[in-house]
């Protein structure tokens, strides 16, 4: 198999250029956990030593975040403006350890006028277990599908949030919507947090990391439920635009689904995330595990 060569800056090639078995270049990553302090305590030694780990979890926004690096290489901007990824997390990093990710091209369809290509992903722990496997794909040729934001009707957030159980996640029919306004520093410190150092998410033209996007979903749920810890286990994101500096990022969502899995309460949630009132910027199908079972005492 050959090897395909990338530019960090720009697109090595158009996305119908690449032939499927193509590598992209291994990526090897210090992971770390950005989120010690934050509310969801499953970044916290002590508490997710309590439920089975042997440290904080690093979390799952960063670890896409760390991945995305990959498709954006292979594509450059067009990926952020109407890509697609679907990741799921099947073993837990720590703080300090080596995340090794590559991709290679497993599909190609269509031709130079119409198709699509995909990419896929994975990354191991320092121990070679695949930790976290992506998908992410780029058509090209024809209208993308987006969202209608009439379908994600806005909310303020709760005053009382709703208990973390299937009839307290039942019981919300549309979530309250965090807001974001975006800085050009923000962009960039994101970028920065992840040790990224794609140009596109600097300067006047710089636009929002998918990281930082998907950030937003966590806090979907986090902000409209009294979780405990939690954890984020797999999310489908569908890219319709750029978020730039001076955006104003509405999440909008509902509870798609909540439902028991190995002792455990999961929930999906269907979100949307739009700028300025109106601008579909992705559409997110989130997981989450917002019940974990606590081990018993020795």
């Known amino acids: ?37 934050a509310a969801n305590r499953i970044h916290d030694d002590v508490v997710a030593r ?9 979390a799952g926004v ?3 975040g760390y991945l995305t ?36 091209v497993a599909a190609r369809s269509g031709n130079d006028s119409a198709g699509e290509s995909v990419i896929e992903i994975e990354g191991r722990t320092p121990r070679g277990e695949v930790a976290v496997a992506m998908t992410a794909g780029l058509a090209w040729g024809a209208p993308g599908i987006v969202s ?8 303020p957030l709760p005053a009382l949030l709703a208990p973390a159980t299937a009839a307290g996640l039942a019981s919300v ?14 962009l960039a410190q994101a970028a920065d947090d992840l040790e990224d150092p794609a140009p596109c998410y600097r300067g006047a033209e710089g636009v929002a990391h998918p990281g930082l996007l998907l950030r937003q979903a966590n806090r979907a749920l986090a902000e409209n439920v009294a979780l405990g810890p939690w954890i984020h286990v797999a999310s489908d994101v569908a890219h319709h635009d750029v978020a730039r500096a001076g955006d104003q990022l509405e999440t909008r969502g509902r509870v798609a689904r909540v439902y028991e899995k190995k002792g455990r309460g999961w929930v999906d949630l269907d979100v949307l995330i739009v700028a300025n009132g109106g601008r579909p910027i992705a559409r997110i199908h989130h997981t989450a595990i917002y019940r974990m079972s606590v081990l018993p005492e020795a």
């Open 69 to 104: 690096r990959l498709p954006v290489l292979a594509w450059g901007p067009d990926w952020l403006r109407r890509g697609t990824a679907s990741i799921r997390f099947l073993r837990p990093l720590y703080d300090g350890e080596t995340l090794a990710s590559g991709g290679r």
């Open 148 to 155: 209608d934001p009439g379908g994600y009707p806005p909310r």
């Open 62 to 64: 960063t670890i896409y």
């Open 1 to 37: 198999m050959r090897e395909l060569r990338v530019r960090l800056v720009a697109p090595a090639t158009e996305p119908h250029d690449l032939a499927p078995g193509a590598r992209l270049p291994e990526q090897r990553i210090r992971v770390r956990n950005l989120f010690r302090d």
């Open 173 to 186: 029919e549309v979530l309250g919507t965090p807001l974001l306004d975006l800085e050009g520093t923000a």
């Open 50 to 58: 309590q439920h089975g780990f042997d440290g904080a979890l690093v």
